[in-house]
């Protein structure tokens, strides 16, 4: 009897994905917790019947929420993380030595339990003694910060359910206002394809671009995240993207990545036609 995981990507449009075995299934305080088991993409995490990830192509979206900002700021030391219960974001961070101090901030803590359970090769750095969980709402803990961070990484859900504040006007003013005076926010910025997720981006865009004076962004190729193009969001108090990436001092960490390189960073900003018009009129030159 064949087993199918679907994730409505629209009204008309599903992805399913060929399950061998359900291995969680719960409800938390915040959302359902799904872990399916899968020949195609090994084990994924689903949250609400969202896609979250999964062990085939999770490198793809930790990779490109994390490096292309420690490739342009040129001193990461202390880093924030909102949402990423996953740990993805906190491992590829981890990498780098002298980063001194990482805050994760993750509302869900059966995600973190699900996730250490289910994807240790994903969780292997929350334990790192520079890491630090809070189990709280990332909007309001960001109240509370001022002029702390280098780096802050908004790897939340979707605009709804719990992940919700994490688009509003007022927690991009906090995380402006968390940053120091040279700092960058990278946030997970939906997909420009299909019309809802192009709204939710747009709608998010605008709200950055009114709290910070560089505000780009850039792309990768998920295959399971609706449509398969997403967007991250690229904002900074003080360096560009381009400009500022210094390639030179990147490469020579000599960090093997699978889907990261300088190049692709430069190539990841330019991005399709009708995605710049989807944005331009939020977007301030630069
Ligand atoms: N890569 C995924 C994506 O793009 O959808 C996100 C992965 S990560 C699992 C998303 C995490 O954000 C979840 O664990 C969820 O519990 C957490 N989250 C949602 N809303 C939050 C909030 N207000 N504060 C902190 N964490 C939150």
Redesign the pocket.
Known sequence: MDFWFSEQHTNDVKLSIRVDKQLYSAHSD??RIDVFDSPEFGRF?V?DG?M??TQKDEFI?HEMIVHPAMAVHPRVRNALV?????G?AVRELCRYDDIEHIDL????KQ?VEVSREFFPEITCSLDDPRVKIHY????R?VRGCKDEYDLIIV????PF???E??FTREFYGNCYKALKEDGIMIN?HESPFYREDALACQRAHKRIVESFPISKVYQAHIPT?PSGHWLFGFASKKYHPLRDLDEKRWNARGLQCKYYTTMLHKGAFYIPAYVEELLKNVEQAD
Do not use: A
């Not at 709280?136 to 909007?139: A, E, F």
């Open positions: 915040f959302q995490l949250l969202y979250m990830l979206y909102i949402g990423g219960g996953d993805g901030v993750e509302i869900d995600v709280r709402d990332g909007l803990y790897d939340s859900t979707d359910g719990p992940g504040g994490l997970q995240y």
